[in-house]
């Protein structure tokens, strides 16, 4: 019987470093997620998480009125400072601004939205999402700038009404206490109106994600039941958006409370949070009562993305 030759077997080849590598972590999975979390933790930790601690701590310290040195010793002297009937005010004033901004948003936003989850078609959608989304693609404070020339009384607004004989009507909106002024461009008329126009495309993407998520079935349900197509909005359509719209108000109420260019350029010299928490800090070097000033959008978001979460805005970002 002839036997079977055996021939050796080749010796397998060292492994490379970076297939150690590889293999180590694909074996521990666990330790190769912790090392990818630790950077943004740091992040949050100690960059944003740090910075409004720091905040924090340093509003409850106190200016001192005769050598404007500040002393680091807790007290609650500064919060009596921020709740002077001056503060309240500015407080009010961005608060109001913001919700009123807010509003309006949700107001404009909705139609085109629905028009684009519902009607468009892939062209005229495309089409849409980029009139959208273009103005973000320039400057903020080129923006800005521009519709203080457009409101100005050279600008294009006034020139309208004066074309169509209404400058009257111009008038009489600016002689309007409050929201009125020497012109738009002076006015709380016309810092709502830029407002509205910088942050209504943070409105009109989470509505639009909501409505897209809206099954086609129930309304072709709420259709074969007999349900009117207005009571369908109301009962079926609106209810299943609407933590779209909340999503949506996060963007446009925070952003507004917190800005201070556009009432910088645009508007009387009234101030709001951004613009106290400005000079306090850079005029005036009262950095207690401007980390102060901070705390008050700080807990007011707080309250409002509690109340956010539970209207179910988190599931429609």
Known sequence: MASIPVTA??????PSLLRRISTFFFKRPNLSLILMLIPSLLWLGVVYIGSLSSLLVQSFFYLDGFSG???REFSLQTYQSL???ANI?????????AAFVTLTCAVLAFPLAYYMARYATYRIKGLLYLAVLLPLWSSYIVRVYTWKIILSQEGIITWFFNTLGLQWLLDGILSLPVIGGS????SFLGMFLVFV???????????????ERVPKSL???SSDLGAKPGYTFRKVIFPLAFPGVVAGSIFTFSLTLGDYIIPGVIGNSSFFIGQAVFSQQGTAGNIPLAAAFTVVPIVIMGIYLTIAKRLGAFDAL
């Open 9 to 14: 077997s080749r010796p397998q080849p060292t």
């Open 69 to 71: 040195v500040v002393i």
């Open 83 to 85: 709740f002077t009937p």
């Open 89 to 97: 005010d500015i407080i009010i004033r961005t608060v109001v601004m």
């Open 183 to 186: 012109s738009l461009s002076f």
């Open 197 to 211: 126009y910088i942050w209504i495309p943070y409105m009109i993407l989470p509505i639009n994600t909501a409505l």
């Open 219 to 221: 309304i072709d349900a």
